[in-house]
């Protein structure tokens, strides 16, 4: 890929680096992803490695401008990778997938876009448009570069990894609504609470309000189509 420079290659030191960051994470990705060939598997871990890097920046216990400062050395990197000369370890091991797989920089970048919202402050029910855009940017960027890993890189492939990222970040929001509000946040879309007259600005007073169940019903209805949308995608 243009600007990537052959002659660079991730150290020993670098794969080991993501490896231990894929293993300490503790989920069963790093098994699943064990079954991948051998320069797939580095690939995803390496894109694994600087999802959860980026993430963990995002939940940082930290000022706002600290975690966008943070954020923002990240954008720098990903601007060095693919200029041919990246400095960090997770970084330089994402040199190979980028040019092997021809990773988007776009992608990177909105995976880092979507943590920068995180980072801004708790996000208190979004409206839909924005709640999209979260999960377009958070989940389905992070599918897009995952599905030319798995050689599914076509215009069918991106159509998998837009549904089902869409599917599976509405499935977190609804698993994750009594972690995310004490935390101060609360994922679910303004239009949705106002139509069943939850309060919007109070995340602890929305899981209370007996309004909150058919605001749940809405949002695993639409986590159920993308996941439809996904399943057709991927027979076609």
Sequence with gaps: MDGVFPHVAATAEDVAHVDDVVRAAGTSFFWAMRLLPTERRRAMFAVYAFCREVDDLADAEAEAAVKTHALDAWRHEIAALYAGGPRRPTSRALIEPVRDYELERADFEAVIDGMAMDAAGPIVAPLDRDLELYCDRVAAAVGRLCVKIFGAGDDHGRDVAGHLGRAMQLTNILRDLDEDAALGRLYLP???????????NAPAAALAHPGLAPVCDELADRAFAAFDRARAAMAC
């Design 190 to 200: 303004r239009e949705a609470l106002e139509r069943h007259g939850v309060p919007a």
